[in-house]
């Protein structure tokens, strides 16, 4: 037991000796929520429009205003032709053509059917397809608003949908990606420190002398994790009171199930670290393989894109993606306040699934060979 | 008298490269036991199995009596092991080290400071300098430090000096002259000759066999070939001139001469048969075998 106290005593003297410890520790996590909460955001803003108005009347240049009023729409020019406005499209200069044809106003009036053009950029998908929901909107509005009175649409029945979103009222991205930054920002600091820490003692032969001495597996794997355990649950605690302060994330749910259950999330995530430090004998295989698991988990997470659209494959490939249980709950816990007995399930797969790796860990680290 | 360490017929390779042929040999307590041989003979392959870090193919070895494999437990507690390579941890301080190494055997550095006064009192006033930042001659000493401080029976140091200046490796093998005297069992490898004639006794190891064991004095008086000191106007064609003469055991360079066994003591012919190969101002001069000398004969007997 005292050598277990010995150990980490070393490790923490070495920890917060390392210079560049402190600012991985600190700075990483204010810089990756600043950047990437911002950065990765969903909202289109500016989205640069092109309008080829062939009809010229009191109707089509209304329906011009409607789209300079929009705060998503910038007016890029208006071009005489649509030769010319595809050569804007083409040269980035513009995301979006909007063709409005010679007898657009005459059709309305007559109450015939008549239509107007829009030419998406679908380079980045995910946008085009905003550019096309916000132009839907501001065009149906505008049709709703024309309607000739006493025509048949009006007789009808209408029904109108009243939609509201739970959880996140505003659709705010920032406390949707927030959470899973918090995710990644502490699997890093528990899986990747801690691989990188012991390969670095066989790297350095340190471990050889560790071998020769009396100290037993898991007092050396112990010694080993308590530290980065320790220091990842203060790196959540850092992370959300940042979150807090900074973006005003919800805590909705209890915080003392949320430390309870990365507590046994950071099982897994260390036993992952351990586990490939024993089968690694260099700093950078540790980095090669570690980037490829995390890229893959992370993507797979759900962070990003929802899991329930992934195929079925990805499900069943996400029992074992760690990233994806937390990512799950950690937004359950903050934004929509589940208890325990909602996360009950996962918690209890994390511990076994933590069991597993800690006792393979144990297993395949030797001290002779 | 019961042996400290009992090497019987260990053998080990490393994917089809066989690092150790059936090695045997014995070390007797509180002595010096030198292994001398070159790199790759197989030195640290045979340390490395004696303190439980590596499982022989096939063989055993006991220090103490207790055997290497069933009761590694045990090994770990009485002996202290250096590497080759420095160990230590270089992000902690010189007393850090130490104390560090002290409390995982479960001892104290104060507890047990009598056994190193002699050896870190040197470095007390580098005690809070990093270990990455010393001098080697300095890592060297506190390598030793943390090897002795839980009192072990036994200490296997694989290439103590190498790679330390010349007075530090003086002052070490002093220290070790120390704790033999201590009553502490001492296993050293070295690839330096002249260190060898330090031990009490010597193995010498090549290509993983263990080729002789004897006292310095007892190797260097088997030594069966009468030896001359060779130089001539012209050194450089000088030792293939007289592996060509018919009474040649062998010819080796040694430092500014070439030491030469002879099969049969006739100095005169070699003399005229280099005079006949064309050399000038001949030197030829019997001198006394050194323990090289009897590494070389000991490599040609294995060849024969």
Redesign the interface.
């Known amino acids: 037991m ?2 277990i106290l ?2 980490i005593q ?1 490790e923490f ?2 920890i917060f ?2 210079r560049t410890m402190l600012p991985i520790i600190f700075l990483v996590p204010l810089i990756q929520m600043i950047i990437l909460v911002y950065a990765a955001t969903l909202e289109m803003k500016s989205i640069d429009m092109v309008i080829v108005d062939q009809d010229h009347s009191p109707l089509s240049r209304e329906l011009r205003g409607k789209f300079e009023g929009s705060p998503f729409f910038r007016l890029r020019g208006v071009a005489e032709s649509m030769a010319l406005a595809e050569r804007e499209l083409h040269s980035d200069r513009a995301d979006i053509i909007l063709n409005i044809p010679a007898d657009f106003e005459e059709a309305m009036v007559r109450n015939e059917s008549s239509g107007v053009q829009l030419l998406i950029s679908a380079i980045n998908a995910t946008a085009a397809g905003l550019t096309q929901a916000y132009s839907r909107r501001i065009i149906m509005a505008f049709i709703q608003e024309h309607m000739p009175q006493g025509s048949e649409t009006v007789a009808l029945p209408h029904i109108s949908v009243e939609s509201s979103f739970w959880y996140n009222p505003e659709l705010d991205y920032k406390i949707y990606m927030l959470p899973g930054i918090l995710v990644i920002l502490v699997t890093i600091i528990g899986a990747f420190l801690t691989a990188l820490n012991i390969v670095r003692e066989k790297e ?3 471990i ?8 037993r597996k898991y007092q050396f794997i112990t010694g080993k994790l308590v530290p980065f355990w320790i220091i990842a649950m203060l790196e959540l605690a850092f992370g959300l009171s940042l979150g807090r302060l900074l973006f005003q994330i919800p805590v909705e749910g209890s915080l003392w199930v949320l430390f309870g259950f990365t507590a046994v999330y950071l099982l897994v995530a260390l036993g992952i670290g351990l586990l490939i430090s024993t089968m690694a004998g260099t700093q950078q295989q540790v980095m090669f393989i570690i980037f490829f698991f995390m890229l893959t988990f992370i993507l797979m997470s759900g962070i990003f894109t929802p899991v329930e659209s992934m195929p079925d494959w990805a499900h069943a490939v996400n029992i074992i993606n760690p990233f994806a249980y937390f990512m799950r709950v950690i937004r359950m816990l903050l934004l929509k306040g589940s208890g325990f007995w909602e996360i009950s399930k996962e918690f209890f797969s994390l511990l076994v699934y933590g069991s597993i790796m800690l006792g393979l860990a144990v297993w395949r680290y030797q ?3 | 008298m019961k042996a400290a360490v009992d090497v019987r017929q260990i053998s080990k390779s490393f994917k089809g490269l066989q690092a150790l042929k059936e090695a045997t040999l014995e070390v007797r307590p509180s002595e010096i036991f030198g292994l001398v041989g070159p790199d790759g003979a197989g030195k640290t392959t045979l340390f490395r199995i004696l303190v439980s870090l590596l499982l022989p193919d096939g063989g055993s070895a006991t220090i103490l009596g207790h055997d290497t494999q069933k009761d590694y437990k045990m090994i770990r507690r009485i002996t202290g092991y250096m590497p080759g390579r420095f160990s230590l941890y270089h992000d902690l301080t010189v007393s850090e080290n130490l104390s560090f190494f002290a409390s995982i055997f479960g001892t104290t550095v104060r507890e047990n400071y009598h056994l190193i006064r002699d050896i870190y009192g040197p470095l007390e006033p580098f005690a809070h300098r990093q270990a990455g930042k010393l001098s080697g001659g300095m890592k060297q000493k506190l390598a030793l430090s943390c090897a002795l401080i839980h009192n072990p029976s036994l200490l296997v140091l694989d290439e103590p000096t190498t790679g330390v200046d010349a007075v530090s490796r003086k002052e070490f093998w002093e220290m070790l002259a120390v704790r033999r005297a201590e009553g502490i069992t001492i296993l050293v490898s070295t690839p330096y000759m002249d260190e060898a004639a330090l031990c009490d006794r010597v193995a010498l190891i090549q290509n993983g066999r263990i080729m002789g064991i004897d006292h310095p004095d007892g190797l260097v008086k088997a030594f069966p070939w009468p030896l001359y000191a060779v130089a001539s106007e012209m050194m450089y064609p000088l030792p293939g001139h007289l592996k060509e003469f018919h009474l040649t055991r062998s010819a080796y360079r040694f430092g500014d001469r070439i030491h030469l066994a002879l099969r049969e003591d006739d100095p005169e012919s070699v003399e005229s048969f280099l005079r006949s190969k064309g050399h000038t101002k001949i030197s030829l001069s019997s001198c006394k075998p050194g323990i090289e000398d009897c590494f070389m004969e000991l490599m040609v007997n294995g060849q024969h």
């Open positions: 005292h050598r010995f150990i070393k003297i070495q000796r390392d350095k032969g340190t050889e002398q560790i071998n020769v001495t009396p100290v001290k002779t060979t």
